[in-house]
């Protein structure tokens, strides 16, 4: 609704839609990483590290099958969102250049590792993945809930990999 009003103001809503996919995707890669710690890794986290590598490979055979019997095996192209390059160097010999999609993925990846390293360096749950990650019976005695953190980092995973998966779903389109 918002949308419709919004067009028939004549703005245009399309990088709006596309940023709507984009945190969409965040947030529901996001959740299926909270589940998936909750699933299969939680239960099996103070076992031998055998159990939870086999469980690992389980997760991994059933998220494959199940995108596939969901959302088919078919390549799927997406709409190229930026077009065009530029040139960076040229000689009589050669020429360089870089497509905007490139310069794209430069800068976004620039943008999320920047946000995830100011995030694990200042914040207070930053530090307790920190020290979850240096000695997690001995932060768990300092009064860390490690499976708050454990979770959370599932999560910034999954989070980043959707980011990974938008960007690279740009770059490697099939016209």
Same mark, same amino acid.
């Given at each position: 609704?918002?949308?419709? #009003? ?18 969409? #995707?965040? *947030?529901?890669?996001? $959740?299926? /990483?909270?589940?998936?710690? +909750?699933?299969?890794? +939680? ?6 590290? @055998? ?17 596939? @019997?969901?959302?088919?095996? +078919?390549?799927? =192209? ?17 020429? $360089? ?5 490139? $310069? ?7 943008? =999320?590792?920047? $946000?995830?390293? *100011? ?6 749950? /930053?530090? =307790? ?12 005695? @300092? ?11 599932? *999560?910034? /995973?999954?989070?980043?990999? =959707? *980011?990974? /998966? ?7 389109? +099939?016209?």
């Amino acid at each position: 609704m918002i949308i419709a #009003a919004l067009m028939m103001m004549g703005i245009d809503t399309g990088w709006l839609l596309v940023a709507a996919g984009f945190v969409g #995707a965040i *947030v529901i890669a996001s $959740a299926y /990483g909270w589940s998936i710690e +909750r699933v299969a890794y +939680r239960p099996v986290r103070n076992s031998k590290r @055998l159990i939870a590598l086999i469980s690992a490979i389980g997760m991994s055979i059933f998220l494959q099958n199940y995108v596939s @019997l969901t959302e088919g095996s +078919r390549d799927v =192209a997406l709409p190229s969102l930026f077009n065009g390059q530029w040139v960076v160097g040229h000689s009589e010999n050669f020429s $360089a250049s870089i497509t905007t999609m490139q $310069a794209v993925i430069w800068i976004v990846t620039f943008l =999320a590792m920047l $946000a995830l390293t *100011v995030f694990i360096r200042y914040s207070r749950m /930053g530090r =307790a993945c920190r020290a979850c990650a240096e000695d997690l019976k001995m932060a768990s005695l @300092l009064g860390i809930n490690t499976d708050r953190v454990i979770a959370l980092t599932f *999560v910034i /995973g999954a989070a980043m990999a =959707a *980011v990974a /998966g938008v960007l690279l779903g740009q770059f490697l389109r +099939r016209n």
